[in-house]
């Protein structure tokens, strides 16, 4: 069962979760959010999911490839918050987290009472919402206490200018 959001009580802030990968539309997402924080007093969290199973080798082995992946989670994030400095100059809170992404987006809102708002973004390309967006509307739609806000991927910056 889910915590009841505190975001709006006394002494919190509402925080947008946005989750980081290497999607083209992973920006948009950050971008989004990251301005919709700026204009309404809120945060940003920034979350990436190291996946377990890139890691069924021998001990030895599977240490240099956490250390690795851990590397590049901590690469994407700074490159995310680049990101988030040039378009709303605020301090976005990093996460890193191992496992399944889903559970990993679900157990962070469940520990973190100010988050309420999960954004994602939509692939610009024809071919379907893209990969997050696609599995965690299939397996875990019903399962989130928050909303869930779905940017175009076609959005420009203008565009979420004006609407963020």
């Not at 971008?31 to 919709?36: G, L, M, Q, T, V």
């Not at 809120?42 to 990436?48: D, K, P, R």
């Not at 520990?111 to 875990?140: K, M, R, W």
Request: proline content about 5%; some cysteine; aromatic content about 4%.
């Amino acid at each position: 069962m889910m915590r009841k959001r505190k975001s709006l009580d006394e002494g919190h802030r509402r925080k947008f979760l946005v989750v980081i990968d290497e999607t083209p539309e992973c920006e948009k997402a950050v971008i989004y959010a990251a301005k919709r924080a700026a204009r309404t007093g809120g945060a940003l969290v920034m979350l990436v999911v190291i996946e377990p199973e890139q890691f069924q080798h021998w001990l030895g082995v599977e240490n240099i490839m956490k250390a690795e992946a851990r590397d590049a989670a901590a690469e994407l994030l700074a490159k995310a918050d680049q990101i988030v400095k040039n378009s709303a100059r605020i301090e976005p809170e990093l996460v890193i987290r191992e496992g399944k992404t889903a559970e990993e987006i679900i157990a962070i809102i469940e520990d973190d009472e100010d988050i309420a708002i999960l954004v994602l973004a939509a692939s610009p390309v024809n071919e379907g919402p893209g990969p997050l967006v696609s599995s965690l509307a299939g397996q875990t739609a019903g399962t989130f206490s928050i909303p869930v806000t779905i940017v175009p991927g076609t959005l420009s910056e203008d565009d979420m200018n004006a609407i963020a």
